[in-house]
């Protein structure tokens, strides 16, 4: 399956602020999702980030508060846009490379928002 | 909409005791089914998947789950649960082609064992 480097593994920010998670995965895949688990729940996927056009966002998320980028097939960012203490949560990247694989998980990024 | 139900929030077993975790989902075409393991501070890890064939599928770490149409069930069983297998556990539907590309989580079962 594939292999996923997802960065930073945690962080710390101030409100207001925003932060950026990378994904890089070791081969080409076809999709790229990226999910939020906040404390003691389930995963909620954000948005499928599409290679070189905008991402797809469910329902409650939207561009200005999660921007995501897809510049080729094996890496994606995620930023979060002014923070709030809300938004601590954990943010996993997902991949789908081929079918018969299923969906592959990043380690995620523990982020606290203070 | 496709759903997952996960009845069981917390369940506890002893080690060496046999396990099973329920999952019951929603989904109005052939559904492709997974079962993932978070251990705390952990990511997500696939133990096994359900897309078509035999019912009964393996995974890894000693797991296995039967795929029940009729039922709309997908359960995870272990004949023998290790202390290690404390973990948290989530069900997923999902589909890999047309629109449907999305996994639809349950919101999951945390296990303890009991030494």
């Known amino acids: 399956s594939a292999v996923i480097s997802q960065k930073p593994s945690r962080d710390i920010c101030q409100r207001g602020t925003s932060l950026t998670i990378q994904c890089q995965v070791d081969?080409?895949?076809?999709?790229m999702f990226w999910y939020r688990q906040q404390p003691g729940q389930s995963l909620t996927l954000i948005a499928t980030?599409?290679?070189?056009?905008?991402?797809?966002?469910e329902s409650g998320f939207v561009i200005d508060k999660f921007p995501i980028s897809r510049p080729n097939l094996t890496f994606s960012t995620l930023t979060v846009s002014n923070m709030s203490p809300e938004d601590s949560s954990i943010y996993l990247c997902?991949?789908?490379?081929?079918?018969?694989?299923?969906?592959?998980f990043g380690s995620g990024t523990r982020l606290t928002v203070v | 909409a496709q759903s997952v139900t996960q009845p069981d929030i917390h369940i506890t077993v002893s080690e060496g005791a046999s396990l099973e975790l329920r999952c019951n989902y929603s989904?109005?075409?052939?559904?492709?089914l997974f079962w993932y393991v978070q251990s705390p501070g952990q990511g997500l890890q696939l133990l096994l998947k359900?897309?078509?064939?035999?019912?009964l599928v393996q995974g890894i770490k000693g797991f296995e789950a039967e795929f029940k149409r009729s039922q709309s069930s997908f359960n995870l069983r272990k004949p023998s649960v290790h202390w290690s297998d404390a973990a948290e556990y989530f069900c997923?539907?999902?589909?890999?082609?047309?629109?449907?590309?999305?996994?639809?989580f349950g919101t999951g079962t945390q296990l303890k064992v009991e030494l």
């Open positions: 989904y109005g075409a052939t559904p492709y």
């Open positions: 980030a599409n290679q070189g056009s905008e991402a797809t966002y």
């Open positions: 997902s991949v789908v490379r081929t079918g018969v694989e299923g969906y592959t």
């Open positions: 997923a539907v999902g589909a890999l082609t047309g629109g449907g590309n999305k996994l639809t």
């Open positions: 359900y897309f078509s064939g035999d019912t």
């Open positions: 081969s080409q895949v076809t999709m």
